[in-house]
């Protein structure tokens, strides 16, 4: 990548997290020099916060009374005379099980023993483990290491306290960060882009599927939130 342009269409994959660390360190670089490319950026970044402030569509009020209704008029449509009912039974159950007791009293004895072993297999309740993620619970990025240490005290490099807010994809990766307290300088701004690029997320869930979140790292922990 040479020129705005180029950066430039690297702009969507950048937001999305979806370049290597050193395309994302080339990319961050040009920003902070050129200043054209820096609002061309700013305005995306505002573009994105403008959708995800929208949240989620809000289901119908009513999504409940239509469904009801869905299902009754299915099942009025499907209503079958008391003739058809009992043929269908005896075409599903009766009659399929005759024919396989024309095959011999051992194949009726085999047939019913594996459809009991089936239905017990069936039937048995599954345990409910205690990790099992709550199915309707949102969970936020957790820091779960870096390469260049166990935590945010190897950010003790750094000539003064930092607060970063971190913004994590759905695969753990750190695409994009902002300072929002302490030094703010380039060689801060290069320090914390290191460690970040270095640390491995483990990425924020919704419904048990993973999606972009924000974790919030300071030097005496780390606290997230989605």
């Known amino acids: 990548m040479n020129g705005c342009s180029d950066f430039q ?4 994959e950048y937001l999305d997290g979806r370049l290597t660390g050193l395309e994302m360190q080339a990319v961050s670089a040009h920003i902070d ?4 490319c820096a609002m061309e950026w700013n305005s995306l970044r505002r573009t994105q916060v403008a959708l995800a402030a929208l949240g989620p569509v809000p289901e119908p009020p009513d999504l409940a009374l239509r469904i009801r209704v869905a299902v009754s008029q299915e099942r009025a449509r499907r209503a079958r ?3 058809q009912t009992l043929n269908m039974a005896w075409q599903n159950t009766i009659g399929p099980f005759l024919l396989q007791a024309a095959a011999g009293f051992a194949s009726a004895v085999l047939l019913i023993g594996t459809v009991a072993v089936m239905v017990g297999i ?5 345990k409910a483990q205690a990790g099992d993620e709550p199915l309707g619970a949102a969970t936020a990025p957790r820091l779960n290491y870096s390469i260049a240490g166990t935590g945010d005290n190897d ?9 970063v ?7 753990g990766q750190v695409y994009d960060f902002n300072i929002i307290s302490g030094p703010n300088d380039a060689a801060t701004r290069s ?3 290191n460690l970040l690029l270095q640390s491995v997320f483990t990425p924020a869930k919704f419904w048990g599927h993973p999606v972009r979140g924000i974790a919030v ?3 005496s922990g780390v606290s997230v939130r989605g």
Not at 9 to 12: D, G
Not at 33 to 36: A, K, L, Q, R, T
Not at 165 to 171: G, L, Q
């Open 33 to 36: 020099s050129c200043s054209g």
């Open 217 to 219: 790292l300071s030097f």
């Open 155 to 163: 950010m003790a490099a750094l000539p003064s306290p930092v607060v």
């Open 81 to 83: 005379s008391p003739l």
């Open 122 to 126: 069936v039937a048995q309740p599954q």
């Open 191 to 193: 320090e914390v882009e």
């Open 9 to 12: 269409t690297k702009f969507s």
């Open 165 to 171: 807010e971190a913004y994590v994809n759905d695969s």
